[in-house]
C-alpha cells in the first residue's frame, strides 16, 4: 500500500510540475513588452548622462517617461512591465544604494551635523503633514509628499507607496512634484547661498540637507563649487539612511491598524527591502567589499534607479496633475520653504 502511495504521489508530482513552467512563462511574457521599454529608455538616459555628466540619468529618465507618456499613447500590454520596474526592481535600487553609504562619513560629519538632519527628516514630515491637513488633503497624499520632500524624493515616495499602499493618482502626483520642485532647487539654492554669504562648505550642507533628490543635490553641489559637492552628498546620503527607522514606523503604523483581522493584509514589522539597504550600508561600511564589486554594483543600482523612475515618470499624465487641483502643489511650495528653513536654521547653528 506504501508502495502505490508513493508511486501515486511521484504520478501527482509529473503532472503538476509542467504547469509550472506555463505560468512561469505566461508572467514573463506579460513583463516583457514593459520591461524591454523601460531597458531602452534605462540606455538612453544613461548614454544621455554620460555626454552630460551634470545632469542625473534618474532626472533624465522621470522626463523622459513623462514626456513619452503625454505625447504617445503608450499600449496597455506596456503596463506591467512598467509596474513591475517602478515598485518591484526600485525596491533592489533602493536596497543597493546602501553600498553607497559609509557610516565613517556620515559620523565625520559630526554630532551636530547628524542631529541637524535628523531634525531635518522628522520635523520636515511633521510640518508637511500638518500643513496638508490644514489643506484638507488625504493622510496618504500628504505622507507621500512629506517623506519625498524630507528624506530622499522619488524613491521615497515608492517606498511609502510599498507600505501604506495609496492610490496611484496619489503617488504620481507626489513623484512629479518631487521633480518639478527639486529642479527648481537646483540654481535656487546656489543663488541665495551667494546671497546670504555662506561658504562653500555651509552651501553644500544646506543644499545636501533641503533638496529632494539625490540628483538634484549633485547637480545643485556642483554648481557651486569648491568643496560644496563632496559635503552636500554626505548630508543627502544621511538623509537617506532615515528612510529605514521611518518605514519601520510606518510599517508598525500600519499593523496596529490592521488589528488581528486575518483576512487584512499586514505589512512587515521591517519591509525587505529597507532590511536590504542596512545589510548594504554595513557592507559598505565593513570594508570587505573589494572596489571593483562597488564600482559594479553602482552601475547595477543607477541602471535599477533609472528604469524604475522613467517607469514612474510614464505614469504622470498631465490631465491627472491638471486633476488634482493646486492643493498638492502649495503643500509642496510650503514643504520646501519649511525643509529648506530648517536645514538652513541648523547649518547655522552647527557652524
Sequence with gaps: MSSQLSESKSEEQRVESPATLPRLQTATATLLPGLALCAVATAVAMGVGRFLPTVSPLLIAIVLGAVLSNVVHLPERLRPGLQFSAKKLLRVGIALLGLQLMLSDILGLGWGVIVVVVSIVCLGIVGTMFAGKLLGLSWTQRLLIACGFSICGAAAVAAVDGVVDADEEEVITAVALVVIFGTLMIPAIPLLSRALGL??????????????????????????????????????????????PVMAVLSVRQRKLAGTDADVKRPPLVPLF????????????????????????????????????FALGAGVQIATIKKVGARPFVLAGISTVWVASIALVGVLLAG
Design 199 to 244: 561658504s562653500d562648505t555651509d552651501a553644500g550642507l544646506w543644499a545636501g540637507g533641503s533638496i529632494h533628490e539625490v540628483a538634484h543635490v549633485v547637480a545643485a553641489g556642483g554648481a557651486i563649487g569648491g568643496a560644496a559637492l563632496g559635503v552636500a552628498a554626505v548630508v543627502k546620503l544621511a538623509r537617506v539612511l532615515m528612510l529605514a
Design 274 to 309: 529597507v532590511l536590504a539597504f542596512l545589510v548594504c550600508v554595513g557592507l559598505r561600511s565593513s570594508g570587505l567589499l573589494p572596489e571593483g564589486l562597488l564600482a559594479e554594483a553602482k552601475i547595477v543600482q543607477t541602471g535599477l534607479l533609472t528604469a524604475a523612475m
